[in-house]
């Protein structure tokens, strides 16, 4: 019998409920205690949002960042590998044919991703300072999502593993509103709050190439 | 003294049992949208860790920001997240109880001077400091803040000023300063004026200039002068600082804010001008408004903003070959980098001596001296916080400077700590301190 039919009506209902959980937990998260500012601004907020999403995030503004450029870099290789796969899938389920060589940076990319998942994966696991703040989410949300990047790349070299592809992602995506991986949003809040705080009180956007100089 | 591994919660609470069905409301009441989106955001990747000084000193893992934020997150996943509600073992969601509320107050209290310098660093951008405040507030509807912070915000309600100095003594010294400005300055007016109604300052003072460093009050009182400024001291209340920012009490931090406003209302000033105190700024600019919810009607001005007006508007002159020795620049967390008074001290500090050097990194980006987060009450932890000031000492070390300036007084009274222990052999001084120095007083004035 053929489950494909099945896995993809699976991952649709799978993609539409991590889609509403995901908004509901945002619109609930922000009416929560939600009241005005009434301090006097001496700053924009605005400016502070648009400088918490361009420079504030460059390792320039970082010194954490540029003391560990290897987990940055592998950081940046992981999403870029999970936004790849994603596409991939998309590839898979719409049965789009691609050229050979976009196939093979697909993969290449995927595959960086994968091994900086694993890598990071394995720091969290080797470094003390790493395991104390971790829990069984931190571990179970890497290897989803490694499953996710490993099953990809492997999709692109045999069409027979589409069931697999599809089944994991429906796990992926089912684990995505309930643990960590929910950031995939809650980032965006976050670095909206920093933008607002800092841009109010006037500390950003603010021109502090000297305040970094020998900073590490 | 008390241990820091003594915080035990016979010492702070009535009963040996702590009230942790009050805990769990008071947490429910502290987790609003920014706080639950920080509190979900999280993804410890432990980054932050190299940018807390506590950490760098002596690597000690639960000084890394995440373990704290991880202590307050386990709480909020346990009792505020679905899954965390099924499966907290999943999630890392931990209850409340006795063994977890003493290492809130290990580490939360005890780890933590709320410099928010991990803030800045957090790939995400969390709001450290807000969720290990959220976590001190918490404890403290417990009644569970180690006993000398909460006795200085006890102090604070009770005598209008965290120092207990009483209105009498106050106003003797005030008188005593008087004099010996009017010896000083050849002048009969009033040099100090108190509770001057209609004037155009309101100046807020850390009550420990009152009582330990009057040559402090007296640089201000010569600037004001030579600025010609309407100014007054307010004989009831005038303490700057609020440590009800640090002991994460909102009703205590409102009350004692509520006072300087209310004194600004009260003697019809147009300004508060608050003295250098790097949390009484950000408490009193930025967070009393939100605890009072109302907008003050007065301007709320750090006195380093108004000494840099004073010097661009010309009321002031000084003369930078009166300080020769060299000078760096420590910037408090909670007027720079929590307060947004960056460049002000600088330009004072330009205008004032000859030989001036940055400490690296700084501005919003430096480091903690470990005098904040009410550490220097909490004499409990006072190891812990002269071990962290070491990468205080070593920044000022190496910039070869002999004299710390610094526009707050517990930044002073740390740095002068960090002076004695890792013998730096430097002079720590506030801003109005180096200005008064460097003051030009016309034959008029």
């Known amino acids: 019998m053929n489950s494909i039919p099945a896995l993809h009506l699976g991952l649709a209902i799978a993609a539409i409920y991590a889609a509403i959980a995901l908004v509901f937990m945002l619109f609930r998260t922000s009416a929560i205690g939600r009241k005005p500012i009434y301090s006097k601004a001496a700053g924009s907020e605005s400016e502070g949002i648009k400088y918490a999403f361009t420079q504030g ?35 898979v389920i719409t049965h789009m044919t691609v050229f050979p060589a976009v196939v093979l940076g697909l993969r290449s990319l995927i595959l960086a991703g994968l091994v900086s998942g694993i890598a990071l994966l394995a720091k969290r696991l080797a470094l003390p300072k790493m395991r104390i703040i971790s829990t069984p989410d931190d571990i179970i949300a890497n290897v989803i999502v490694d499953l996710f990047l490993a099953i990809s790349i492997a999709s692109t070299m045999s069409a027979k593993l589409e069931a697999w592809l599809l089944g994991i992602a429906i796990l992926l995506l089912l684990y995505i509103p309930m643990g960590k991986i929910r950031h995939c949003v809650f980032f965006f809040y976050t670095r909206i709050i920093f933008g607002r705080l800092f841009g109010r009180r006037g500390v950003f956007p603010h021109s502090t190439q000297e305040s970094r100089a020998g900073s590490g | 003294m008390t241990k820091p591994g003594d915080v035990s919660l016979k010492q702070n609470g009535p009963s040996d049992t702590p009230d942790l069905a009050r805990g769990l409301r008071a947490f429910g009441k502290t987790v609003d949208g920014r706080l639950a989106a920080s509190l979900n955001a999280c993804v410890h990747c432990g980054l932050c860790a190299d940018s807390c000084h506590y950490f760098l000193a002596n690597g000690d893992l639960k000084a890394q920001p995440a373990f704290k934020v991880a202590l307050v997150q386990s709480v909020f996943k346990r009792y505020h997240t679905s899954l965390g509600r099924r499966l907290p073992v999943l999630t890392g969601g931990r209850d409340l109880d006795a063994a977890m509320v003493q290492e809130w107050i290990d580490s939360l209290f005890g780890l933590c001077s709320l410099c928010s310098r991990c803030t800045l660093n957090c790939t995400v951008g969390l709001d450290i400091s807000r969720i290990v405040r959220a976590g001190r507030s918490t404890l403290a509807a417990m009644k569970l803040v180690p006993s000398e912070l909460q006795a200085t915000v006890d102090t604070a309600i009770q005598t209008g000023n965290n120092m207990g100095i009483s209105k009498a003594e106050w106003l003797e010294t005030a008188e005593w300063l008087n004099e010996e400005l009017q010896k000083e300055l050849g002048s009969k007016g009033t040099m100090l004026p108190i509770d001057r ?42 303490d700057v600082t609020n440590y009800g920012l640090f002991n994460g009490d909102d009703k205590a931090a409102g009350l004692i804010s509520s006072r300087l406003q209310e004194s600004v209302q009260k003697l019809k000033c147009r300004m508060l001008i608050l003295g250098e105190c790097g949390h009484g700024f950000a408490a009193n600019r930025w967070e009393a408004p939100e605890w009072l919810a109302k907008t003050p009607e007065f301007e709320i001005k750090s006195v380093v903003q108004l000494l840099a007006d004073y010097i661009r508007q010309g009321r002031i002159k000084l003369d930078r070959s009166k300080n020769t020795k060299r000078v760096t620049l420590h910037d408090p967390c909670n007027l720079v980098r929590m307060g947004g008074v960056i460049e002000e001290q600088r330009f004072i500090l330009s205008h004032a001596v000859t030989d001036f050097v940055e400490m690296y990194p700084n501005r919003e980006n ?46 002073v009274d740390q740095l002068g700590e960090l002076n004695k222990e890792y013998k730096l052999g430097v002079e720590i001084k506030t801003i109005a301190e180096i200005v008064s120095d460097a003051l030009v007083l016309q034959q008029n004035s």
């Open chain 2, 366 to 411: 430096n480091f903690c001296c470990g005098g904040g987060g009410g550490q220097l009450s909490m004499t409990r932890y006072a190891k812990r916080r002269l071990e962290a000031g070491k990468i205080k000492a070593e920044q000022i070390r190496k910039t070869g400077a002999k004299i710390v300036a610094t526009p707050c007084h517990n930044c």
């Open chain 1, 57 to 91: 995030m460059m390792p320039s503004a970082k010194e954490s960042v540029r003391k560990h450029v290897p987990t940055f870099v592998g950081g940046i290789l992981y999403h870029a590998g999970i936004f790849v796969a994603t596409l991939n899938l998309l590839l």
């Open chain 2, 197 to 238: 109604q209609g004037a155009n300052v309101l100046y807020a003072v850390n009550p420990r200039e009152v009582k330990f460093f009057p040559l402090s009050l007296m640089a201000a009182a010569r600037i004001f002068h030579a600025a010609g400024e309407s100014w007054t001291f307010s004989s009831d209340y005038y």
